[in-house]
């Protein structure tokens, strides 16, 4: 027998950043539970075909283009998705970039670029969708931040410091909006295996110490965010709102220290 409390037929879910990655695979796992989903990205070419491969058969998943470094963009979309379905029930704030370099080395311009999409334009897509999830009195809110915000990595800051803002914002609004029933997450993916990461862990360095430090033994797929998101958008996690919730194979539950199998006794 299926149980309802993790139920999120019928919604209509946002995933924004959903056209590659983590998005992409959050946006299909809700597509495959039967809500109604709509996808955005900067490019409409990848945001089309991204939405007809995880399109199913009773859920047809809409690309609307969307780049969430122009706040224009993103009320226009914003408004477009809310006259065409009348609410948005979940929204899963997934858009991110990141640059790895030496501190040191970035630019003005570089700066920017990873702070425009992973901070602002994180708020100004909470900000309008939250409007209307305020209007209509529910809605779970869905950031995603990083391993970051438990302890920064080494070579990407302003990444480190747009995430940890991430968290912030995110507790923030859930004391705002709470009162006003919307409900407000983030999810902390641990290291995860994309398109965009599959280079720099393809080094046999890299691999060995992902999975040393990662308790599960295994790197994580994009797929492993999707429980932990129906979770947070049903009604399983009705009285659940400000948390972080990690995703990260137990990277954080520890250090896991280079000595001997018999504790170095």
């Known amino acids: 027998m299926a149980d309802r409390l993790f139920d999120v037929s019928g919604q209509v879910v946002l995933v924004s950043g959903g056209s590659r990655g983590i998005g992409r695979a959050l946006a299909a796992g809700f597509a495959e539970r039967d809500a109604t989903v709509i996808i955005t990205g900067r490019d409409e070419a990848t945001l089309s075909l991204t939405a007809a491969a995880i399109s199913t058969p009773t859920s047809t998943v809409e690309p609307v283009v969307c780049d969430v470094a122009s706040v224009d963009d993103i009320r226009r979309a914003i408004a477009q998705i809310v006259e065409k379905h009348g609410r948005i029930d979940t929204l899963l704030n997934v858009a991110g970039v990141n640059i790895r370099q030496p501190t040191l080395n970035f630019s003005?311009?570089?700066?920017?670029?990873?702070?425009?999409?992973?901070?602002?334009?994180?708020?100004?897509?909470?900000?309008?969708?939250?409007?209307?999830?305020?209007?209509?009195?529910?809605?779970?809110?869905?950031?995603?931040?990083?391993?970051?915000?438990?302890?920064?990595?080494?070579?990407?800051?302003?990444?480190?410091?747009?995430?940890?803002?991430?968290?912030?914002?995110?507790?923030?609004?859930?004391?705002?909006?709470?009162?006003?029933?919307?409900?407000?997450?983030?999810i902390a993916p641990g290291f995860i295996l994309t398109d965009l990461t599959q280079k720099l862990w393809s080094?046999?360095?890299?691999?060995?110490?992902?999975?040393?430090?990662?308790?599960?033994?295994?790197?994580?797929?994009?797929?492993?965010?999707?429980?932990?998101?129906?979770?947070?958008?049903?009604?399983?996690?009705?009285?659940?709102?400000?948390?972080?919730?990690?995703?990260?194979?137990?990277?954080?539950?520890?250090?896991?220290?280079?000595?001997?199998?018999?504790?170095?006794?």
């Open 108 to 186: 003005e311009e570089q700066f920017d670029f990873v702070v425009d999409i992973n901070l602002k334009g994180a708020f100004f897509v909470a900000q309008e969708v939250g409007r209307q999830m305020v209007k209509q009195g529910h809605g779970s809110l869905i950031n995603i931040d990083s391993l970051n915000t438990y302890a920064p990595v080494k070579n990407v800051t302003p990444y480190a410091m747009s995430k940890g803002g991430v968290v912030m914002m995110t507790r923030s609004l859930a004391l705002e909006w709470g009162p006003k029933g919307v409900r407000v997450n983030t």
């Open 203 to 265: 080094d046999p360095t890299m691999q060995e110490w992902g999975l040393t430090n990662t308790p599960l033994g295994r790197m994580g797929k994009p797929e492993d965010m999707v429980g932990a998101a129906v979770f947070l958008a049903s009604e399983a996690a009705a009285f659940m709102s400000g948390q972080v919730v990690r995703v990260d194979g137990g990277f954080t539950a520890g250090l896991n220290w280079p000595i001997p199998g018999d504790g170095g006794q």
